[in-house]
């Protein structure tokens, strides 16, 4: 698995919290077009990595890469 937060799992890890490239951005403290180029497969900084994997960590989300990359939502506090 390449860097902390591949672009597929970015994109499902955001299906399954039901958030826009928006509410990513935001709860990571990065712009939306970040969020769009790491979900484009383009480099990001590591610390964009870094606050984007922290943003969906908070929020139960595991990335997961045993069989492919994706995200696993391991709660959610509603």
């Known amino acids: ?11 499902a890890a955001r299906a399954l919290l039901k958030w826009s490239v928006q509410d990513l951005a935001a ?4 712009s939306a077009s970040t969020v769009t180029q790491l ?9 964009v990595e870094t606050k984007v ?3 969906l960590t908070r929020e139960g989300v595991r990335i997961v890469s045993d069989e492919g990359v994706g995200a696993v939502l391991d709660r959610r506090d509603s």
């Open 1 to 11: 698995m390449d860097g902390l937060v591949p672009a597929e799992a970015s994109r």
């Open 27 to 30: 709860a990571a403290g990065v």
């Open 39 to 47: 979900e484009a497969g383009r480099t990001v900084r590591r610390e």
């Open 53 to 55: 994997f922290a943003a």
